[in-house]
């Protein structure tokens, strides 16, 4: 292989530094090198497949029922008249848009914040103590999450109205205090993020094994906790099948409250669809502070190593 | 010395002495702690799942055997009954075509695109991060929501797809009237909010990829497409298994899209899209209100769940018991999290 030097001499400066792109371009395996256009042009469609329904959604709710009928993209940009549609939508007689989020609010909030904790802790004692069964129990949480507990909802529902619970944020609430996946999820995290010498420390220092956990453990956990709280916040916050089943519309969540939208205000889709983008709008707040970590925790494999 | 007296026992070896001492309440807390507290600190998944997922679901069966309604509560133990009226209504059949086929409209097409963009993800991308969030962003639009605003892109009537359809010269499809159509649709949603979430497990496998493999492609002369399919294809075959199973999880439960699909709820006029859950929703909480009949269904779709899940994960075995590479702790990771997220959809 003639050196770039020489390639200069002979082939000339142009030819030379043709060629020394084309051996830097080998040279790197043609990994790390820049994607072309092309790339980029695709990823753009993919964003921009994912951005449309939710512009369409603020164009419909722009418009009038006439307006939509007339034409099905009335106008490019949204306008004044979706305030006056949001407003529409928070002053509905058919539910209480207030209460809707308030009641999503507390059960996404509560279930999140009691998901960690319990995750974390039982996550520390699986991943950090040695205990009789430790790993056929390990074994049976993780096989529970193949395990599609949904098609309970009958039995559920009975339990449920003999405890008086029907029509009640509790009815939401309980089922959703922890799950396999966090106890799983924290497991593997401490596993490898909470060395042994400081749990000793603690232990020699007389710390009992809840202080161990709360000083030592549960700081330790944080990232992956925070990652954790995120993925069961949204999970709760859409959440629909069993909220619809055992909540009403007296008392609904955000996404039942769609639903009664639909139900009540078929006629009107403007309405409709201007209310379903309120009910997104807190998620996609909550996107763009935190989606880099949402990316972060679904590819924590790759990224963690 | 001729009596044989009795051998006098052989002075046990004697125990090292220890102080007589009183073990203080403190020590015996803290064994007590060091025993009990490993089974109390995960004793609230075990109880709460005993109560709330293991139990409603094994209920589900003597339910089924009853005569059970809504408001009348627990009647006659009527056997088989409840099974044979279930097999009787033919929406019940109709459920289960409608599920396999919007489950078929939304799996496959889904993990061929999100492997193709967790490929372009895959490379040296400039606002990397940027392009990650950006096929993340349907995840968080609840399905509810994804179901109007797609019911209202596919209206039969002056929606956008048909709008569009007609500047390429394509007839309107009546997508709230026709099977098939319906279930593109309504698969369309599925597709819209997971596709690219499932990308980002996809690229999490690709990127644990070992480099070496590609430089050894690209010394033997291979092309970028070539890599992909001889390279990057069978090395993430185990997390391409496990998508497709966890999406038979969830998706054979779909029941917030068809939904919310028309306002009236219940699979259409002609219940070209009544799912299997939605049917059971309708059965227990709508028009028939009973539970009986309600937990047949759901005790068949669990039966016909656990099965397919068997014969994935035989096939599974099968195929990855061959030179497949082991599933590293963190791609297990990542797959569990996708399981769990798609097991309330």
């Known amino acids: 292989m003639s050196s770039i030097g020489v390639t200069q001499q002979t082939a000339g400066k142009g030819a030379a530094r043709a060629a020394s792109k084309k051996r830097n371009r080998k040279l790197v395996g043609g990994y790390d090198r820049r994607p072309r256009w092309v790339t980029y042009a695709i990823l753009a469609l993919a964003v921009v497949i994912g951005i449309l329904p939710l512009y369409y959604t603020l164009i419909i709710g722009s418009s009038t029922p006439g307006e939509i009928a007339a034409n099905p993209l009335p106008q490019l940009f949204p306008d004044a008249s979706l305030f006056a549609n949001f407003s529409a939508v928070i002053n509905s007689t058919a539910f209480s848009f207030w209460k809707a989020f308030g009641n999503s609010v507390i059960i996404a909030v509560v279930t999140s914040l009691s998901i960690v904790l319990f995750s974390t802790l039982a996550g520390f004692s699986f991943a950090k103590l040695r205990f009789r069964g430790r790993g056929p129990l390990l074994l049976f949480v993780i096989a529970t999450m193949a395990v599609p507990t949904q098609l309970g909802v009958v039995p559920l529902y009975i339990v449920m109205s003999q405890l008086n619970w029907i029509g009640q944020l509790q009815a939401v609430i309980v089922p959703g205090l922890i799950t396999a996946f966090g106890v799983f999820w924290m497991t593997q995290y401490l596993e490898s993020a909470l060395p042994y010498e400081l749990i000793e420390a603690a232990r020699v220092d007389g710390a009992s094994l809840f202080r161990t956990f709360w000083s030592i453990a549960l700081p330790a956990a944080r990232p992956a906790a925070v990652m954790l709280a995120l993925f069961s916040f949204v999970q709760q916050w859409t959440n629909f099948f069993w909220p619809s089943i055992v909540l009403n519309q007296n008392n609904p969540t955000l996404p039942l409250a769609v639903r009664l939208l639909q139900a009540n205000y078929f006629v009107d889709y403007t309405l409709v669809l201007a209310g379903v983008f309120l009910v997104t709008l807190p998620l996609l707040i909550l996107f763009i502070f935190a989606g880099r970590q949402l990316v972060a925790g679904i590819m924590s494999g790759a990224v963690k190593g | ?323 497949a590479p082991k599933m590293t702790r963190n791609q297990r990771r990542a797959y569990a999290r996708a399981n769990a997220a798609r097991r309330n959809r």
């Open chain 2, 1 to 323: 010395m001729s009596l044989k007296s009795p051998a006098p026992p052989a002075p046990a070896p004697e125990a090292p002495y220890r102080a007589p001492r009183r073990v203080g309440f403190s020590q015996t807390l803290s064994r007590w702690d060091v025993k009990v507290s490993p089974y109390l600190y995960i004793s609230p998944f075990f109880i709460l799942f005993a109560v709330t997922g293991l139990f409603p679901l094994v209920y589900t069966a003597v339910v089924s055997l009853h005569q059970w309604t809504l408001l009348g509560g627990q009647g006659d133990f009527v056997g088989f009954q409840n099974y044979i009226d279930v097999f009787n209504q033919p929406n019940f059949w109709k459920s289960l075509r409608n599920t396999f086929s919007i489950f078929l409209f939304s799996s496959v097409p889904q993990v061929v695109v999100a492997i193709a963009i967790a490929a372009l993800l895959d490379q040296n991308l400039r606002a990397r991060t940027f392009w990650r969030m950006g096929v993340l962003l349907p995840y968080v639009v609840a399905p509810v929501a994804v179901g109007l605003i797609f019911g209202r892109l596919f209206a039969d009537q002056s929606g956008l797809i048909n709008a569009w359809l007609g500047a390429i010269g394509i007839d309107p499809v009546k997508w709230h009237v026709d099977v098939i159509p319906s279930h593109i649709a309504i698969a369309s949603m599925v597709n819209f909010r997971w596709t690219g979430y499932n990308a980002l497990i996809f690229l999490a496998a690709m990127q644990a990829v070992p480099r070496e493999l590609y430089e050894a492609a690209i010394i033997d002369g291979a092309g970028r497409m070539r890599q992909f399919f001889s390279v990057t294809v069978p090395q993430i075959r185990s997390t391409i298994i496990f998508i497709i199973i966890t999406s038979t999880i969830g998706g054979l439960q779909i029941f917030d899209e068809p939904r919310v699909y028309d306002e009236y709820g219940t699979g259409g006029a002609d219940k070209q899209w009544l799912t299997t859950t939605l049917y059971l929703y309708d059965l227990g909480w709508g028009t028939q209100a009973n539970f009986g009949r309600a937990a047949a269904v759901a005790w068949l779709l669990f039966i016909v769940i656990i099965a397919i899940g068997l014969v994935n994960f035989a096939i599974t075995r099968r195929i990855s018991s061959g030179d």
